[in-house]
């Protein structure tokens, strides 16, 4: 069965960076497609950054500038660079994949993915 692990959460103050990792296992090839997604307490989930097995990337306005989504070269390992946290970063992140390719950016849309992580919690002090 297909399995997604996500490692690098942590807690830093604001300002501070961090890189999230998140790796596959199990019976299958590269991903097609990855992305994460991050919920904050009370709040809905929230697409961050999307990526194509050719390198097209997507993120939400709000990190733009700031977070850099990227993947090794047999499509089985996802990264999230975080540069200049904020506070309103902090939530429990998840990676999330899909094996189908996709041409274009890919929307920030959890429907569009098929495997998800347990989530590793990212806590940004002020």
């Known amino acids: 069965q297909v399995e997604l692990a996500e490692s690098g959460g942590g807690s830093v103050q604001a300002g501070g960076s961090l890189r999230l990792s998140c790796t596959v296992s199990?019976?299958?090839?590269?991903?097609?497609?990855w992305a994460w997604f991050r919920r904050a307490p009370g709040k809905e989930r929230e697409g961050v950054a999307s990526i194509t097995s050719s390198d097209k990337a997507t993120y939400v306005d709000s990190v733009k500038g700031r977070f850099t989504i990227s993947q090794d070269d047999a499509k089985t390992t996802l990264h999230l660079e975080m540069d200049s946290l904020k506070p309103e970063d902090t939530a429990m992140y998840y990676c999330?994949?899909?094996?189908?390719?996709?041409?274009?950016?890919?929307?920030?849309?959890?429907?569009?993915?098929?495997?998800w992580g347990q989530g590793t919690q990212v806590t940004v002090s002020s």
């Open positions: 999330a994949s899909h094996r189908g390719r996709w041409f274009g950016g890919v929307p920030l849309e959890p429907q569009l993915f098929e495997f």
């Open positions: 199990g019976n299958t090839g590269g991903m097609g497609r």
